[in-house]
């Protein structure tokens, strides 16, 4: 079928070619399993499907396949095309490393084309490389390299004269955007590197940047927090990053990167640099003792396919131990000589593959919605979805979060939904396939009434969040309770979420301070409860009177304090009544602490019914005021410090705890009992106060680490 009949069929049908074209998919998917050969004109049409979905990846960023269900159509091509070498047309699509540039970032060409790799998804795949790179290279023995296939966004850099020249993304593989300014607040880059050392003048390199798990998990927590929509996967947070014109706000990210191939390498004149790099793990290696983070200790270098799949599989049982996402291992024939010599495709290297790992994405329908209330009043829709396994688990509930976020990715009930689940983050809903409607599919519609206590819900101004505002509402009073014995807060072992809800259920539980004075006659009758688990209950109930006082602070669910802002309080204050008379402009003197949080603290402690629970607690024994520490002598005895910006060797916690261990006391605020203020990267405000007090001392991080004993 050509170009002009699909059109026509999609005219004469009357129905939009988003849809011919998914028709025609699942068409071309079966394909792949036949042996049918494919004729001439056919092949017009896969590679008009190929390029649809193309644009819907690169452009629209909004796909509609899986990557590995394009490999398997691409590969289709390339099958076909190897067997008929005269059907090639320039605008194949496997003559092109595919879109991908974005506007507002000025275009830059890559020294080397960023081509891209051939993926394989089995063993036999790689046993087939094997072969053909064996048959290419004339020989029996090759050294092969395998290292993880870093999940992010790849970039490409350039050194000359030793300074970090241009950082670019992929954009098309030819030309990419100039996002320099960006890749400069990547810590693990170095903005300088001892190239020259080895006789290089030039150097590009390649890489992919990455956002941590747990960073990810922070970055989704404070959307979520702000009411804005989270994002499906660690990749798309990365990439976004990449894209952001604020580079103030891409330091605040956190990305990291690992730089992991050298595509072009000019010799000082007069030399001969090259003759260094022999090998990939060399040049690993190389880029690793120059201070850049490089595969050095994720990299294995064997002998023969046999040993190469061994380790692939070895490796992918340890996938979610890394703190980062890899979406396969990527093997590569060490030598680069041979490298040379096997070349490469328009597409990729002949010399490298891509084993990919199970895919973490699925597609499932979204049957039902349902409503949980949190302990804020939050009310969560939860979409059940036909119980589906993504990477190894199944899934069949999954959070939708608020009203707009139903309304952005187009969700309604009956609808075919497009999930992921990266590595331990919970399960998101990447999509909804508007396109796979049959027309039976229903509105969801956001309840106006508490599902739990039946009150009216309330959204304020500005918030994506409907809530139930009684603070009554049993759901709430539940989960109050769940937040406060947890594994962060005041840690109260055998009192779980079940028998919570069974104490509450049975009366034996009414609120917080209640904790203090279960019944463990009436728990010791019930089914399941032996005297010992009786007796670790109530020994474990006893045991957290006592816990520090930031636990506390974080226990009592104020709205906005987590538990970093638990322990910037707690730093500040000797007893909780003390940050109970604070008012907003003195809780906004601390450290990261801004209107809206302030304000929820004043507004909490305001409440009369939030007092005379602390009231009770108090009486009850549990420990409202500063563990008395001895006053440590170090270093730092007697001298105050403050930090503020952004740390390059190390989180501020970790800073902030040297000082602490060294005997020095932190301050929340600039004052002038203040002595030193520690600038990292973008200091902002208190730089400005501090220079107007000239008894404080303003350092750097590297003139506060000279400060400490080494
Ligand atoms: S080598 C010329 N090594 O995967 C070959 N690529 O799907 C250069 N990727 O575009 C690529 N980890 O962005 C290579 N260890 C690794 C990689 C890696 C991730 C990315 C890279 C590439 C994409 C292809």
Redesign the pocket.
Known sequence: MKQETVLLLACMKNLPDVQIMQTETIHWLKRTSESTPITFSELDVLRQVLRFHEMRYYVQHDPLISDAEYDQLFNLLLQTETVHPEWITSDSPSQRVGPGLVKDFPKVHHLVP????Q?SYSVDDLRDWDKRVRSLSASEDIEYCI?????GA?ISLIYKDDLLERGAT?GDGSVGDDITANIKRIKTLPLQAAFSKHQIEQIEI?G?VLMSKTVFERYNQSLTEAGLAPLANPRNAAAGTLRIKDAAEVSRRNLEAFV??V?YVQATPGTESDNLLHTHSGNVQLLWDLGFRS?VKELKVVHGIEDVIQHVQDFEQHRDALPYEIDGM?I?VNNLQMQDQLGMTSHH?RW?I?YKFKARQATSKLLDVTYQVGRTGAVTPVAKIQPVQVGGVTVSSISIHNADYIKEKDLKLGDTILIERSGDVIPQVVKSFAELRTGDEKEIVFPTHCPECGDALYRPEEEAVWRCVNINCNAQVVERIIHFVGKDTMDIRHLGESNIRKFYELGLLHDIPGIYTLDYEAIRQMEGMGEKSVAKLQEAIEESKTRPLYRFIYALGIRYVGETTAKTLAQQIRHIDDLAGMDEAQLMAFEDIGVKVAGSIVQFFRNQDNMQMIRRLEALGIRLEQEERLPVSGELSGKTFLFTGTLSSMKRSEAEALVEAQGGKLLGSVSNKLNYLIIGEDAGSKLEKAKKIPSILIITENDFLKMLPS
């Open positions: 960023m081509l891209s790799l993926n290292e993880p296939k870093f999940d790849s992929r390649r992919e992991y191939h595509s595969p990527v590569k290297p490298a891509a």
